[in-house]
């Protein structure tokens, strides 16, 4: 194993996080926009549009950084790490894919057991402004927007923890032109 492999890994296991929360984020996005696409006034809609923007850009600068971190990772964990040290435990080849589709499981545990507390606030939160009868349109898209965020965490948790094989494909695809590490 080596300094700079572990790195690598950490920086994909990072894309793979930063991928749940910004799949998670897409259901309450939808609900915002709807929410503000209902105010019918011009004021409004100048007032809502820096809002609207900064709501798209996150996401979209999430997934750009997803994209590196997964697939430059090990660029730029030989950036940050000129002089690599290994240690002799196991050849790269042998130990980086499985390590990383391990860390892919251990994410999807945490994925999964963070949708639940997530389904439950989101179910209970709705449930209680059914009964109340408070403006129940509204409050409902923003509640099923956060249980639909809620079911992503734990389908992803899911996938994650059966080891996420469409990950690990991109992760580790062959890379033309890219210095293997020796």
Not at 105 to 133: E, Y
């Amino acid at each position: 194993m080596s300094k700079r492999g572990i790195l690598s890994i950490a920086f994909k296991i990072l894309g793979v996080v930063c991928l749940i929360k910004t799949i998670a984020y897409i259901p309450m996005l939808m609900a915002s926009l709807l929410m503000l696409s209902s105010q019918s006034s011009i004021l409004s809609e100048i007032r809502s549009l820096p809002y609207i923007t900064g709501l798209i850009m996150g996401p979209v600068l999430m997934i750009a950084m997803v994209f590196v971190l997964l697939r430059f990772g090990d660029v730029l964990s030989q950036k940050l790490v000129p002089v690599d040290e290994r240690f002799s435990v196991l050849d790269l080849n042998q130990w980086q894919k499985p390590i990383f589709t391990l860390s892919l499981k251990i994410t999807g545990i945490f994925c999964f057991i963070k949708g639940i507390p997530l389904m439950i606030s989101a179910l209970t939160n709705l449930a209680l402004r059914a009964i109340q009868q408070e403006g129940m349109y509204m409050r409902f898209s923003i509640h099923s927007s956060s249980i639909i965020g809620s079911i992503i965490y734990l389908i992803l948790g899911i996938y994650l923890f059966c080891g996420g094989k469409w990950l690990v494909k991109i992760a580790f695809k062959e890379k033309t032109g890219l210095k293997n590490e020796k």
